[in-house]
């Protein structure tokens, strides 16, 4: 079973600042099989990158993920007022899983 | 634009039952697999259950295993997740995802990430 560590578990930054968030899995995923999403308090998950680096519809270019083997990062290059909320990486092998999410909030 | 709608929680006593139904249109439902993924309250996201579609492969994580059924009606483009034997761990919002799907020229092939989701329905299980 691969389980997936994110880190920071809190990140605080202010608008225009760039974000970096980490998705490390405990054993190499295959094909890059990592998805990142956004979701915001009340809210459903919001799917943003899959195959680690491919945008989903909708998902600004200021947003992009990249990475292989265990590590897979998500950069937001300059955080608008909406980036601000929880992010999860998932792995989409044998068995979907996802990380335990990184909560960006505004210093 | 793909909607999906779920229905069907509220509060069951352990060891009750409950059905989840999910309400999909905006898509051709029968041409995807489609997921249950659940959220604790205050918690991170939890796959549950998928099933392909044509609804003749399920999958299901191992904490819901022998306890819930995930089927699909594709006539009425609505998904169902059959919970029984209920625990207090199992409340949670459900939320109903149609799973991620990439074609090539020929052949197209399910990958489960889950790139449409619902608004959620809360299942609390507590006597």
């Known amino acids: 079973e691969i389980v997936l560590t994110q880190s920071p578990g809190t990140l605080s930054l202010s608008p225009g600042e760039r974000a970096t968030l980490s998705c490390r899995a405990s054993q190499s995923v295959s094909s890059s099989y990592i998805a990142w999403y956004q979701q915001k308090p009340g809210q459903a998950p919001r799917l943003l990158i899959y195959g680690a680096s491919t945008r989903a519809t909708g998902t600004p270019d200021r947003l992009s993920g990249s990475g292989s083997g265990t590590d897979f990062t998500l950069t937001i290059s300059r955080l608008e007022p909406e980036d601000f909320a929880v992010y999860y990486c998932?792995?989409?092998?044998?068995?979907?899983?996802f990380g335990q999410g990184t909560k960006v909030e505004i210093k | 634009e793909v909607q999906l709608v779920e229905s069907g929680g509220g509060l069951v006593q352990p060891g009750g039952s409950l059905r989840l139904s999910c309400a999909a249109s905006g898509f051709i439902f029968r041409n995807y697999a489609m997921a249950w993924v659940r959220q604790a309250p205050g918690k991170g996201l939890e796959w549950v259950s998928a099933i392909n579609g044509n609804g003749g492969g399920t999958y299901y994580a191992d904490s819901v295993k022998g306890r819930f059924t995930i089927s699909r009606d594709n006539s009425k483009n609505t998904l169902y997740l059959q919970m029984n034997t209920l625990r207090a761990e199992d409340t949670a919002v459900y939320y109903c995802?149609?799973?991620?799907?990439?074609?090539?020229?020929?052949?197209?092939?399910?990958?489960?990430?889950?790139?449409?989701w619902g608004q959620g329905t809360l299942v609390t299980v507590s006597s």
């Open positions: 998932q792995q989409y092998g044998v068995s979907p899983k």
């Open positions: 995802a149609k799973v991620g799907q990439e074609c090539s020229s020929t052949s197209c092939y399910s990958y489960h990430y889950f790139d449409y």
